[in-house]
């Protein structure tokens, strides 16, 4: 039986785009990607450095560059193009411009004939994702944001500090806004299998310094800290969209807090929010309503509350 040749195109060459190539290079995801740039030359120069890495990698992977015209036949477009905050702005503060570069991008893959899934990282990440859809007037499941999916394993390592284990034994979601509104839901995290609540109830003494307060404002100024120091992020972010494409291209249905378009969900409709999902070869399979308590269903309602103002705001441009 003859192998499907899986193709990826990454739309926006730069740190986190081509730290997502890197990523999928290293797992042999994809069987060729295609990097894309308003640039024309750097997605060369990107495509050409990236296939040099193959050998030293277990499978070849073909980079190429391409243009958005390009990509009638790719599986996959992760869109990472966008706007960036400059130092004092939140992510919302671009979404004028992220607007703007979001419809041209889309149009063109679109008519061009594109028409597999779109799994985006540009921010405001939900919003985004939200005018994608919009623009492409494809099935809901066929455009995933990344959402609170980076925020949820920055959950699992802070954590995996706190209790000295591997971060892979925590499970647990950061839901909502991928921004200022976003909030643990505590009352699904778990630690091999344990609820943390009652972990923490069961050993009061052993674990009075873990402040579950701080450890949320920390997990929600992870990726600032790392921008004001930095000024970007990268390698998280690019292996949240490998891990994303993995599950897609392998049909793994793997749950993952992705930004989806709620039709219902959570009792929420017009927007799109980070909540768990089942991701597998048509995109998203199914989003999972986690049975919230009750001030966590307040703090998510007030977080899909700020991005529909947000979506309205440009409605009304």
Request: charged letters at 25%; one cysteine or more.
């Amino acid at each position: 039986m003859e192998k499907k040749f899986r193709k990826v195109a990454i739309v926006g060459s730069g740190l986190v785009g081509t730290a997502c190539a890197y990523s999928m290079i290293n797992q042999s995801i994809s069987e060729e990607i295609m990097m894309i740039d308003r640039t024309y030359d750097r997605a060369v120069a990107h495509a050409l450095d990236l296939s040099h890495c193959m050998d030293f990698t277990s499978t070849r992977t073909k980079v190429v560059a391409g243009r958005l015209e390009d990509c009638r036949d790719v599986d996959v477009v992760v869109l990472t193009a966008g706007a960036n905050p400059k130092p004092g702005q939140t992510r919302l503060d671009v979404l004028g411009d992220a607007e703007k570069i979001t419809r041209d991008i889309v149009s063109r893959l679109v008519d061009g004939g594109f028409d597999g899934i779109f799994v985006v990282a540009a921010n405001p990440v939900d919003i985004v994702t939200y005018i994608v859809r919009q623009v492409s007037g494809f099935l809901r499941n066929r455009v995933i944001g990344t959402g609170t999916s980076i925020d949820s394993a920055r959950l699992k390592t802070l954590l995996s500090e706190v209790f000295s284990i591997d971060p892979r034994s925590v499970n647990g979601y950061v839901l909502g806004e991928h921004g200022d509104s976003q909030f643990v839901a505590w009352s699904h995290v778990t630690i091999g299998g344990k609820p943390l609540l009652h972990i923490l109830d069961q050993h009061k003494e052993r674990f009075r310094h873990v402040d579950l307060d701080e450890i949320a404002k920390k997990t929600k100024d992870a990726g600032w800290e790392i921008f004001t120091r930095k000024g970007n992020t990268q390698f998280g972010i690019g292996n949240a969209l490998s891990f994303i494409v993995r599950s897609i291209l392998n049909d793994e249905h793997k749950i993952i807090a992705v930004s989806a378009v709620l039709d219902g969900e959570y009792g929420q409709s017009g927007v799109c929010a980070g909540v768990p999902a089942i991701i597998g070869g048509g995109g998203i399979v199914e989003i999972l309503e986690l049975n919230l308590a009750e001030e966590e269903r307040h703090k998510f309602e007030h977080s899909c509350g700020i991005l529909k103002s947000a979506i309205q705001s440009l409605q009304r441009r």
